[in-house]
């Protein structure tokens, strides 16, 4: 350390005192009383220099704001002196609007209107032909005997059949051959038989025969289903296959619910997984079917109201609307009057086509959404946006599912794996769907015209020229012209001929 200096020392205390007391004013007076006269004028200047400024920034302030009213002024009249600009009419396609919500709500007020115009017209020309007795008559002909209830009875042996065969398939009892062999002529009796009673029973309704005929078809469809899983099944087993994906047909990433035990073969060989399969609203089987965690009654007391609303306007609109249109198209179509048989095929074609779209809804929509919520089935994508169809292959493949898909799985993708062509493969399952179609109408009506086979048959040609020349909404137009304009003309030659057959001649 250096030497201590009392000189040094003493001027470093008068330093700092100094600076204290020119921090620390004495007797408490302010600093400003403090400082010298030169100073306090000084000051003065500085607040005057910044009231300057202040007066400055504010008058900058107003003058851009000024100015930007005029520009805005000057923008205004020029955009009310300039008003066009390029752009597209709203219904050019190259416009890019797509909201016509009141294109759509007008068409729907103009097609109430028009048809509650000829509702009217038929109530004032034919008065109220709605009669319930009639209606029940056409199931019940002969009420002591019910041979179309009997029927549907009767399927459960068939059902029994299936199942005792796969369980001794499933043991080894019976081998494939032989289980084949009875597998074919179960379901070979399940068509020919009901088709035979129906024919040679008199009292059985066609409407009767239809809703039989029905049935066994679903259930022919049904089982041949699970004969082939339960054969998919037992070739996995013969490989070691110790556990089975959620499907053999349709492979699915969802999983099966919290709770649900996975059924595997041969344990899903039971009565109440038969009885399941029988009555859930498809026709593929599954061992596992995905399901809903529980029964929402809200929604299923909804589809019960719908169901019985629907049909009740179905037999009143076919009473009151179809049936004198049908009758009075009697006459054109024995004389063979064009003109006439043209007015009257488009005057049956609105209420057939309505009628349809109500039968749409009620089943595909309503019944077999009751069906699935009773059973929790969880699948239930019954139908696509056929709607939408711009090619008649697309409606085909979208307007019922259940049916599309037993087609492509146990059909259409069997014939393509034995080296079938796609062309010969779709015309196979268009000539399997006319059959049923065919089997569904003439049995029940005792009579073979294959209307409703040349109808299914024609879809092959129509469905290349509406996809060869068709597209977009020309597409879609000539489906629903299609659908409108092709069934009621075959219901008129079905009608026609069904009369002149059981009466004689046509009605006036």
Same mark, same amino acid.
């Given at each position: 350390?250096?030497? %201590?200096?009392?000189?040094?020392?003493?001027?470093?205390?008068?330093?700092?005192?100094?600076?204290?007391?020119?921090?620390?004013?004495?007797?408490?007076?302010?600093?400003?009383?403090?400082?010298?006269?030169?100073?306090?004028?000084?000051?003065? @200047?500085?607040?005057?220099?910044?009231?300057?400024?202040?007066? $400055?920034?504010?008058?900058?302030?107003?003058?851009?704001?000024?100015?930007?009213?005029?520009?805005?002024?000057?923008?205004?009249?020029?955009?009310?002196?300039?008003?066009?600009?390029?752009?597209?009419?709203?219904?050019?396609?190259?416009?890019?609007?797509?909201?016509?919500?009141?294109?759509?709500?007008?068409?729907?007020?103009?097609?109430?209107?028009?048809?509650?115009?000829?509702?009217? $017209?038929?109530?004032?020309?034919?008065?109220?032909?709605?009669?319930?007795?009639?209606?029940?008559?056409?199931?019940?002909?002969?009420?002591?005997?019910?041979?179309?209830?009997?029927?549907?009875?009767?399927?459960?042996?068939?059902?029994?059949?299936?199942?005792?065969? @796969?369980?001794?398939?499933?043991?080894?009892?019976?081998?494939?051959?032989?289980?084949?062999?009875?597998?074919?002529?179960?379901?070979?009796?399940?068509?020919?038989?009901?088709?035979?009673?129906?024919?040679?029973?008199?009292?059985?309704?066609?409407?009767?025969?239809?809703?039989?005929?029905?049935?066994?078809?679903?259930?022919?469809?049904?089982?041949?289903?699970?004969?082939?899983?339960?054969? %998919?099944?037992? @070739?996995?087993?013969?490989?070691?296959?110790?556990?089975?994906?959620?499907?053999?047909?349709?492979? =699915?990433?969802?999983?099966?619910?919290?709770?649900?035990?996975?059924?595997?073969?041969?344990?899903?060989?039971?009565?109440?997984?038969?009885?399941?399969?029988?009555?859930?609203?498809?026709?593929?089987? $599954?061992?596992?079917?995905?399901?809903?965690?529980?029964?929402?009654? =809200?929604?299923?007391?909804?589809?019960?109201?719908?169901?019985?609303?629907?049909?009740?306007?179905?037999?009143?609109?076919?009473?009151?609307?179809?049936?004198?249109?049908?009758?009075?198209?009697?006459?054109?179509?024995?004389?063979?009057?064009?003109?006439?048989?043209?007015?009257?095929?488009?005057?049956?074609?609105?209420?057939?086509?309505?009628? %349809?779209?109500?039968?749409?809804?009620?089943?595909?929509?309503?019944?077999?959404?009751?069906?699935?919520?009773?059973?929790?089935?969880?699948?239930?994508?019954?139908?696509?946006? %056929?709607?939408?169809?711009?090619?008649?292959?697309?409606?085909?493949?979208?307007?019922?599912?259940?049916?599309?898909?037993?087609?492509?799985?146990?059909?259409?993708?069997?014939?393509?794996?034995?080296?079938?062509?796609?062309?010969?493969?779709?015309?196979?399952?268009?000539?399997?769907?006319?059959?049923?179609? $065919?089997?569904?109408? =003439?049995?029940?009506?005792?009579?073979?015209?294959?209307?409703?086979?040349?109808?299914?048959?024609?879809?092959?040609?129509?469905?290349?020229?509406?996809?060869?020349?068709?597209?977009?909404?020309?597409?879609?137009?000539?489906?629903?012209?299609?659908?409108?304009?092709?069934?009621?003309?075959?219901?008129?030659?079905?009608?026609?001929?069904?009369?002149?057959?059981?009466?004689?001649?046509?009605?006036?």
């Amino acid at each position: 350390m250096g030497d %201590w200096n009392p000189a040094q020392a003493r001027r470093r205390r008068a330093t700092s005192a100094g600076r204290r007391g020119s921090a620390q004013p004495a007797n408490g007076r302010s600093a400003a009383a403090t400082q010298s006269p030169a100073a306090a004028g000084t000051r003065a @200047e500085n607040v005057v220099l910044n009231n300057e400024k202040k007066l $400055e920034y504010l008058l900058e302030t107003v003058r851009p704001t000024a100015k930007t009213e005029k520009r805005r002024h000057r923008n205004d009249l020029s955009e009310w002196m300039n008003c066009h600009k390029r752009q597209e009419s709203l219904l050019s396609s190259s416009s890019g609007f797509n909201n016509y919500r009141g294109l759509l709500n007008w068409c729907v007020v103009m097609l109430v209107l028009s048809n509650a115009r000829l509702f009217l $017209e038929n109530l004032l020309k034919y008065g109220v032909l709605v009669d319930p007795i009639q209606v029940i008559s056409l199931f019940v002909n002969d009420p002591y005997r019910w041979p179309a209830a009997c029927l549907v009875i009767a399927s459960n042996v068939f059902i029994m059949v299936a199942l005792y065969t @796969e369980r001794q398939l499933s043991k080894g009892s019976f081998s494939e051959l032989v289980g084949f062999l009875l597998h074919c002529i179960n379901m070979a009796i399940m068509l020919t038989f009901p088709a035979a009673v129906v024919l040679l029973v008199p009292s059985v309704t066609p409407v009767g025969g239809t809703f039989v005929l029905g049935v066994y078809t679903i259930l022919f469809l049904k089982l041949y289903s699970y004969k082939d899983v339960n054969s %998919w099944c037992r @070739e996995l087993s013969s490989i070691k296959a110790k556990k089975l994906a959620r499907s053999l047909s349709c492979p =699915s990433t969802q999983q099966l619910n919290r709770g649900e035990p996975k059924v595997c073969y041969p344990g899903n060989l039971t009565i109440r997984d038969m009885y399941y399969f029988v009555f859930a609203p498809t026709l593929c089987y $599954e061992l596992n079917f995905p399901r809903s965690p529980s029964i929402r009654m =809200s929604f299923l007391l909804r589809r019960l109201f719908e169901m019985l609303f629907f049909i009740q306007l179905l037999v009143f609109l076919t009473q009151q609307w179809m049936i004198p249109v049908i009758q009075s198209s009697m006459k054109p179509l024995e004389d063979m009057d064009l003109s006439r048989m043209t007015e009257r095929l488009l005057r049956l074609a609105v209420p057939n086509h309505l009628l %349809w779209l109500m039968f749409f809804y009620w089943f595909f929509h309503s019944s077999m959404n009751f069906t699935a919520e009773l059973l929790r089935f969880g699948d239930r994508q019954f139908y696509n946006d %056929w709607w939408n169809s711009e090619t008649v292959t697309y409606f085909w493949q979208n307007w019922n599912i259940p049916v599309h898909k037993w087609c492509l799985r146990h059909f259409y993708k069997p014939l393509l794996r034995r080296g079938v062509s796609k062309m010969i493969s779709q015309s196979a399952v268009f000539f399997l769907s006319a059959f049923f179609h $065919e089997y569904l109408v =003439s049995v029940p009506l005792r009579m073979f015209r294959l209307w409703a086979f040349t109808g299914m048959m024609v879809q092959l040609p129509l469905a290349w020229i509406v996809g060869r020349f068709l597209r977009g909404n020309y597409g879609n137009a000539a489906v629903w012209i299609s659908i409108i304009i092709g069934q009621p003309f075959t219901v008129l030659m079905y009608v026609h001929d069904y009369y002149v057959l059981n009466h004689g001649q046509e009605p006036n």
